[in-house]
């Protein structure tokens, strides 16, 4: 029998490529914010109780970093505290919890990519209630995985890669920081790993295998690193080599052609935001490819892998 999984946050980047991949494997229930709202601790605990799933898979969490500075309750709230109440409830019915945390949980002062025990020292608001919620699962008791991934993008959604597209309609030169270092990672290949993983551990179902043997952090991004600058101008190359694009990119362009024709490198300091972001946030995938033999490819595939979807046939 496929076990029940309870998918919340189905709306999100991660959340809707999971929507879409985790019904191979369990009985999917998906819950949006309009179903179930994290700020709510006991509908948190309602929507357990009555789904009784095997696995609970929490794709949902306040992404706005920079407004988190001035909405540190409510990303309190999603990023640490639902998902201790999810852990809690986990426990109570021996379900396990599937979480996903972030590259900023670090400082970024390292220069070589981060370990999953490397300390941790967020410098942000929403960094900081992101390790509040893992450690809150961690100490739980609940068998659970917490993959931490980075610089997430979509076809959907708010991400870099839509912002430059959008951009690239409207102005010939776009000014783009270039001190900041990470992996720019695709949602599908984020749910494509997950569900990949969530399936090693049914099929090992009562074997040798068993998800509470493996119970702790992951780190989960795209092979290889990049500054924001570089990813724009991949973005831009992309663009030119593929001009009929897929559906999603005449959404992202509004069907008006690019006219950018210059990305010039900045420097964080030139482009100040509420919310400070570690320098260097490259994760090291080393501990996911030795326990589930889950290989991430680099960023520039990722993003190439976007541009091939084809697009809509004519009726
Ligand atoms: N985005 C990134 O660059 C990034 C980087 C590193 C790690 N991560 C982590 O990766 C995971 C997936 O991120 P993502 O990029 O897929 O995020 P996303 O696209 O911003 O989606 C987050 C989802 O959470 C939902 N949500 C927010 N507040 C909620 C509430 N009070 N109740 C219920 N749902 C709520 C949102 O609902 P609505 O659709 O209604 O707004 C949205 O669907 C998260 O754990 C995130 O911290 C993301």
Not at 9 to 24: H, I, W
Not at 70 to 81: D, P
Not at 200 to 206: P, V, W
Not at 209 to 223: K, N, Q, R
Request: glycine letters at 6%.
């Amino acid at each position: 029998m496929k076990p029940a999984i309870l998918l919340i946050g189905t709306n999100g980047q991660v959340g809707r490529a999971l929507s879409t991949m985790l019904p191979r494997i369990g009985e999917v229930t998906a819950l949006d914010r309009q179903r179930l709202d994290l700020t709510q601790p006991e509908e948190i605990r309602r929507a357990i109780h009555n789904f009784h799933p095997a696995f609970i898979m929490n794709a949902a969490a306040y992404t706005a970093v920079d407004k988190a500075e001035s909405e540190e309750n409510v990303a309190r709230a999603v990023n640490a505290e639902a998902p201790a109440v999810m852990a809690e409830e986990a426990k109570k019915i021996g379900a396990s919890l599937i979480h996903f945390s972030t590259d900023y949980v670090f400082d970024g002062s390292k220069t070589s990519p981060y370990d999953e025990d490397d300390p941790a020292n967020p410098r942000n608001v929403y960094g900081r209630t992101k390790l509040e919620g893992e450690r809150a699962i961690q100490a739980s008791g609940a068998a659970h995985l917490i993959f931490r991934t980075a610089w997430v993008y979509a076809t959907h959604g708010r991400n870099f890669l839509l912002t430059i597209l959008r951009l690239a309609t409207q102005r010939e030169e776009l000014r783009i920081v270039r001190d900041q270092i990470g992996a720019p990672t695709l949602n599908t290949e984020i749910a494509g790993a997950t569900t990949k993983i969530l399936a090693q551990i049914c099929d090992a179902e009562g074997g040798p295998f068993s998800l509470a043997d493996v119970s702790g952090i992951y780190h989960m991004t795209a092979s290889g690193e990049t500054s924001w600058y570089d990813f724009a101008n991949a973005i831009l190359e992309e663009a030119a080599k593929t001009p009929a694009g897929g559906p999603w990119f005449a959404a992202a362009t509004s069907n008006l052609p690019l006219i950018a024709r210059r990305v010039l490198p900045i420097t964080t300091n030139e482009y100040p935001t509420r919310a400070q972001r570690p320098a260097y946030s490259v994760l090291s995938n080393a501990r996911l490819n030795r326990t589930f033999s889950v290989q991430m490819p680099d960023w520039r595939k990722q993003l190439h892998s976007v541009f091939a979807i084809p697009p809509a046939k004519k009726p």
